[in-house]
């Protein structure tokens, strides 16, 4: 087997597979190099999304959601339960499950698809003539063009590294391995909320500690405050404008010295603490200095829009460059590439990339927040509608949220919508192929929409803007 290739992918992860799979599709040789390993130290292919990340968190979202509604809702359906026991160990076997699937899954779309896999670290060793000469594992590769996607790794608090233990990152936010009588949080992000969410329902009390003096930043105000609302009055604890101290790891658990907004002392004395403050560029081991390649003061590797890099045909996708770390943003970044490389057009759109944060209520976004067409001084109108009057969402027991539209004053393009509510992660997606079509509000209030389902929610948001909402 020849070791020389057209295309090299260093990373398994949304960007990395999908890379390769597309360039070979193309018609390129190609390869692929990922070290992640399963526990027995086979290959684990999918990066930080499938191992430790999008997937893993949501088949425990999925247990955990079904154990509440089992506890709490079932008898509003006639549906009585006694003797219900949680069995943490069989939740987590299933959660293993369903990321070997998906790891399995990625290993047959490779022979599908004839991408050469090498399981181990890649790295560059030197340029060359022919291209660059990359370690891969214990074998020597070449290849004509390398696609850098190495993902990111979770940022740990300084002072406070993870032991996975008791200060943990996402990795072992997901082996808990029995419900924590009290749960800690750093940062209420993404991540962090997920896991929040998971083991609150299975009884935990959570305490979330969050250093902004306001709840999700980035997500459109109005949306923010009915999803701290749920939040609430689930009783998820959530601490605005903190200053976290000293973490230290007392008998049994963990200790945070923190002062409120006010200034105050407080101290927070937990079994676990979850530590979830961001991400950074994965590039420890890449040996970019063979190379020339450039790094930015964060490590992630720099390009341009196209994700070229300061190298001739060294391209690099997802969490190791700049953009929002989301497995779909990689996946698209990376099909680009493969399509750049054949010398087609690829497309990514950053001003339609979709967010959702699979809390329950779930919280979806696409566009500009209203605070961000305020500041940019943009004249918009605005449309909301409550799922409080969607008839699908009554029928599901399930009426918490809104779903919100922005659109252009004058031409009523939609500029930006925000769900938080049931199915809200589905939802968007319409949001999205009308924001790429150049939509107007005025198109998803024309478009007929199934009754009953909580779509119409999104049509009758799309009505407000006009201020003639049917239905509330």
């Known amino acids: 087997m020849s070791n020389t290739f057209d295309v090299v992918v260093i990373g398994g992860g ?216 749920a939040f609430d009055k689930q009783g998820l604890k959530v601490e605005l404008g903190v200053k976290v101290g000293e973490v230290k790891k007392a008998k049994g658990g963990v200790s945070v010295a923190w002062a409120n907004a006010k200034g105050e002392a407080q101290l927070l004395e937990v079994d676990k603490l979850i530590v979830s403050i961001g991400r950074v560029p994965n590039t420890t081991g890449l040996n970019p200095e063979a190379v020339g390649l450039k790094l930015d003061e964060r490590g992630a590797v720099v390009v341009d829009d196209e994700c070229r ?7 690099a996708v997802g969490d190791v460059v700049r953009g929002p770390m989301l497995a779909h943003k990689a996946e698209e970044e990376g099909v680009a590439v493969a399509e750049r490389i054949a010398g087609q057009h690829g497309h990514v759109n950053f001003n339609t990339i979709p967010w959702v944060i699979y809390t329950s209520p779930e919280i979806a976004w696409v566009g500009q927040t209203e605070q961000q067409l305020k500041a940019a001084g943009v004249a918009y109108k605005a449309g909301t509608f409550p799922f409080m009057a969607n008839g699908r969402a009554r029928a599901l027991g399930d009426t918490t949220g809104m779903v919100k539209f922005l659109a252009d004053a004058k031409t009523d393009e939609i500029l930006g919508v925000h769900i938080v509510g049931p199915m809200a992660s589905e939802l968007i997606s319409e949001a999205v192929v009308a924001m790429e079509f150049k939509a107007s509000a005025e198109d998803i209030a024309r478009i007929c929409h199934a009754h009953p389902s909580l779509s119409e929610a999104t049509k009758e948001a799309a009505l407000a803007v006009d201020k003639r909402t049917l239905n509330f």
């Open 309 to 315: 890099t300061n190298l001739p045909n060294v391209w």
């Open 14 to 229: 949304p960007g990395g597979y999908i890379a390769a799979i597309r360039a070979a599709q193309l018609g390129f040789s190609t390869a692929c190099i990922d070290e992640w390993k399963n526990d027995k130290g086979g290959p684990a292919l999918g990066g930080t999304c499938t191992n430790v990340g999008c997937i893993p968190s949501k088949a425990l979202l999925q247990s955990s959601e079904h154990f509440e509604h089992a506890g709490k809702h079932f008898a509003d359906h006639g549906i009585k339960m006694t003797g219900m026991t949680l069995d943490v160990a069989t939740m987590l076997a299933r959660k293993d499950t369903v990321v070997k699937q998906n790891n399995d899954g990625i290993q047959f779309l490779f022979k599908k698809n004839k991408v050469t896999f090498f399981h181990g670290r890649g790295s560059f060793v030197k340029a060359g003539e022919g291209g660059y000469e990359l370690k891969a594992g214990e074998e020597t590769v070449t290849a004509r063009h390398v696609i850098v996607a190495t993902g990111s790794s979770a940022r740990a608090l300084p002072g406070a590294p993870f032991d996975e233990e008791n200060i943990l990152s996402n990795d072992g936010a997901l082996r808990i391995p029995g419900v924590p009588k009290r749960l800690g949080l750093i940062g209420s992000g993404v991540i962090g909320l997920e896991m929040g969410s998971v083991w609150r329902r299975l009884g935990a009390e959570v305490t979330v500690l969050e250093a902004l003096p306001t709840f999700l930043g980035a997500v459109d105000e109005q949306i923010a405050r009915e999803a701290k609302k």
